[in-house]
């Protein structure tokens, strides 16, 4: 089962940021814990990627266009629960609201 979310270049660059946070964090002793971990270091991948893509394509002109990421179930999952995780240590408002926008998206649709 896959699901489709649709990133502003404001969410793509935040949640690729949050994501690269996965490479320094070390194994901990909660097997889910490190199931959510090494399902994210594969998006961290994908998610850099699409952001150093979507950099060289932009232009002034199509700064409200969405980027379109496919995701299976698992990753979804486990993409939800690493932001949410990573919410409290945000100290910016507005990237805050992003992280919950997104959050909340991710959790409509794996439901």
């Known amino acids: 089962m896959n699901i489709e979310i649709q990133l502003s ?3 793509l660059v935040l949640i690729n940021n949050q994501l690269q946070k996965v490479y320094a964090t070390s194994k901990g002793s909660i097997a889910m814990y490190n199931v959510i971990a090494s399902i994210c270091f594969g998006l ?5 990627k699409k952001t150093k893509n979507r950099i060289k394509k ?3 002109f199509d700064s409200k266009k969405k980027t379109k990421i496919t995701l299976k179930y ?3 999952f486990a993409l939800k629960f690493w932001l949410y995780g990573e919410e409290p240590s945000i ?3 507005y990237q805050k609201t992003l992280i919950n926008k997104q959050i909340a998206n991710l959790d409509q649709k794996l439901t």
């Open 9 to 11: 270049n404001d969410e």
């Open 44 to 48: 961290a991948d994908t998610f850099d």
């Open 58 to 60: 932009s232009s002034l």
């Open 74 to 76: 698992h990753e979804a």
């Open 91 to 93: 100290t910016n408002e």
